[in-house]
């Protein structure tokens, strides 16, 4: 099991960009598929997006559709996600994962990173 670190969070305004990114610690990496998820203060952890490492085929929650991107670098084993239009609700830490299935569920993926802070704020 790879360690995975993200990267590029910070503090955003409303309607701002931010793009994060997830590599692995000390080696290079693929897997069936990866994912976003995300989690703010007292509430529980919520999927946001997921990516076959394949085919890019990719799958988002409604409230980030045509706003996020996720996407993937094979060669540096890289998983990104642009965040556009950004609200105060994306406020949250955001956690990248790995698994074996592309899917929307915390339990389909075994190989997690600490998390990036993002806060959207006036």
């Known amino acids: 099991q790879v360690q995975l670190v993200e990267s590029g969070g910070g503090l955003v305004q409303p309607g701002g960009s931010l793009r994060l990114s997830c590599a692995p610690s000390?080696?290079?990496?693929?897997?069936?598929?990866m994912a976003w998820f995300r989690q703010a203060p007292g509430k529980e952890r919520e999927f946001v997006a997921t990516?076959?490492?394949?085919?890019?085929?990719?799958w988002y929650t409604d409230s980030v559709k045509g706003r996020f991107a996720i996407s993937r670098d094979k060669a540096n084993s890289t998983l990104y996600l642009q965040m556009n239009s950004l609200k105060p609700e994306d406020t949250a830490v955001y956690s990248c994962?790995?698994?074996?299935?592309?899917?929307?569920?915390?339990?389909?993926?075994?190989?997690w990173g600490q998390g990036t802070q993002v806060t959207v704020s006036t």
């Open positions: 994962a790995a698994g074996s299935q592309f899917s929307v569920r915390a339990a389909a993926y075994n190989i």
């Open positions: 000390g080696r290079t990496f693929s897997t069936y598929a």
């Open positions: 990516i076959k490492w394949s085919d890019a085929a990719s």
